[in-house]
């Protein structure tokens, strides 16, 4: 709340008429914003409306004593940042000036703290020589009670053994809990693995307009507003960020049924949702777990008609990936390491935040979903050489690869519809060699489901024309002589 960099300033101007307005903007305001929302945008703790600052003044009185250390909850967003004590700094009348503008500010309705309160506080505790932790204020001086960020919550368990999001509407629940937390919670679950959970509830838009949801989980998870989807996490891996959506959705002002499922496979385990929108100006946590919420998302996205390419390290295929974001709503992720699209998916393409904001490091998810992968293991032999990639004028690639004196020339474009959506690949073997085994896919269960197509595991289906498609050790594999041409069509069931 306070900046040790604005302590010189005090000395030049002395504040002896105290001013709590003035007194605020010289020492709290750098931190906690003109208007009591949090400097940055809300990267520091808002004063406005929070219940720390409301009921009994002690709390924040010691607080500014003393100061805080470690995590704190603001509306509902987890903070851990260092409040300085300044008892030894500040007068008494001059933290009385401040906490009462604060307490009678910003939409706080509170009563004024007087200079003999600060200075029995401050006598009553002489002795303390630490910051305080939240954990110990809130046992001594209980936040006034508020309503729950979602109400009416209630959670089901059910048991079994998913890899995806079941549909829990043919399932049998155990038992129906109510959640008085109002969040999102696994601590009911009753077990550790095997398990899936829903929660049904209410949650209120202060305002009309367009609110933004963050979920991650581990395993999966969807977020449903009004029975309309909003985000989803699905399949298994671990929740560190780098599984985590961001959906969002049109609201009216008040209430709207809210539905949460969430499933556990193995491992660890937890799910984090959070969301913002008009009246919510910084992320909410409706979860006892914060989302690891980072910078806000930059959509690479097709513009004007023509294809998108993403250069940055994809999750789920080599460092050299080439990704691109077709028209339509496909997208692939082209390996050089191993010569072949080793991920196709539909809907949106790459989050450029975690690359283009201070060069954040890791691997990015896609942004879309159905992400499938083909393959993580050479789709030539060990001779075969990458040679580059051109696009046509509406960005379709083709991906150029030398074996020997041969060139195998491997085209993709968007085919299908919006409700069907689809790739055509063309793969072309040019030059003088021998015929060339290509890897198509690997452990995705293939079964024939014509003469010349095949499905590879519940989401895709592939056809071939010009040549034949060969199902064996659990991969698909496609043989092109000098001159053939195939074409291959991949399209989501």
């Not at 007194?23 to 906690?32: E, G, N, R, V």
């Not at 409040?83 to 933290?95: N, T, Y």
Request: overall charge neutral; glycine content about 12%.
């Amino acid at each position: 709340m306070l900046r040790t960099a604005l302590f010189a300033s005090l000395c030049a101007v002395p504040l002896y008429a105290q001013d709590g307005g003035q007194l605020f903007t010289l020492y709290c305001s750098a931190c906690h914003g003109a208007d009591g929302k949090g400097a940055t945008g809300g990267q520091f703790p808002p004063l406005a409306g929070s219940p720390w600052v409301s009921g009994d003044a002690t709390r924040a009185v010691k607080i500014v004593l003393h100061g805080l250390h470690g995590e704190v909850e603001v509306d509902g967003r987890t903070f851990n940042l260092e409040m300085p004590p300044q008892g030894g700094i500040l007068p008494d009348d001059q933290i009385a000036a401040i906490l009462t503008h604060v307490r009678t500010s910003f939409g706080n309705k509170e009563q004024p703290v007087t200079t003999e309160f600060v200075k029995a506080t401050r006598d009553a505790n002489a002795d303390r020589k630490t910051q305080w932790t939240a954990a110990e204020l809130l046992k001594l001086h209980p936040l006034p009670a508020s309503k729950p960020p979602i109400a009416n919550l209630l959670s089901q368990v059910y048991q079994g053994e998913w890899q995806k999001l079941p549909d829990f509407s043919t399932l049998k629940p155990g038992n129906i809990e109510e959640e008085h937390s109002g969040k999102i919670s696994i601590a009911k679950a009753g077990f550790t693995e095997s398990f899936g959970m829903v929660w049904q509830g209410e949650l209120t838009a202060p305002e009309a307009g367009e609110f933004r949801f963050r979920l991650d989980a581990d395993d999966g998870a969807r977020v449903l507003l009004d029975d309309k989807e909003v985000v989803k996490v699905d399949g298994t891996g671990p929740m560190d960020g780098s599984r985590g959506k961001e959906g969002k959705i049109q609201l009216s002002a008040g209430a709207h049924k809210l539905r949460v499922e969430y499933f556990e496979f193995h491992g660890q385990e937890g799910i984090a949702l959070s969301w913002r929108g008009p009246g919510i100006p910084s992320w909410r946590n409706l979860s006892d777990k914060p989302p690891k919420v980072g910078p806000d998302p930059i959509p690479v996205e097709p513009q004007n008609g023509r294809s998108v390419v993403y250069r940055n390290f994809i999750a789920g295929t080599t460092p050299r990936a080439i990704g691109i974001g077709f028209p339509g709503g496909v997208n692939l992720a082209y390996s050089a390491d191993n010569l072949t699209a080793e991920l196709i998916w539909t809907g949106a393409f790459m989050d450029g935040s975690r690359h283009w904001v201070e060069r954040g490091q890791g691997d990015q998810a896609p942004a879309g979903e159905n992400v499938v992968k083909l393959s993580g293991s050479p789709a030539l032999p060990k001779d075969a050489r990458f040679r580059g990639y051109k696009l046509d004028p509406t960005g379709n690639p083709t991906f150029s690869v030398q074996i020997d004196k041969q060139i195998l020339l491997d085209s993709w474009k968007p085919a299908g519809s919006a409700e069907s959506p689809a790739f055509l690949r063309t793969l072309s073997l040019k030059g003088q060699g021998s015929p060339v085994e290509f890897l198509l896919s690997e452990k995705l269960p293939a079964q024939k489901a014509g003469e010349k197509e095949l499905s590879l595991g519940n989401d895709l289906s592939l056809q071939a024309e010009g040549a034949t498609l060969e199902n064996r050790d659990s991969k698909v594999l496609l043989k092109l002589a000098p001159g053939q041409t195939a074409t291959l069509t991949y399209r989501w069931k």
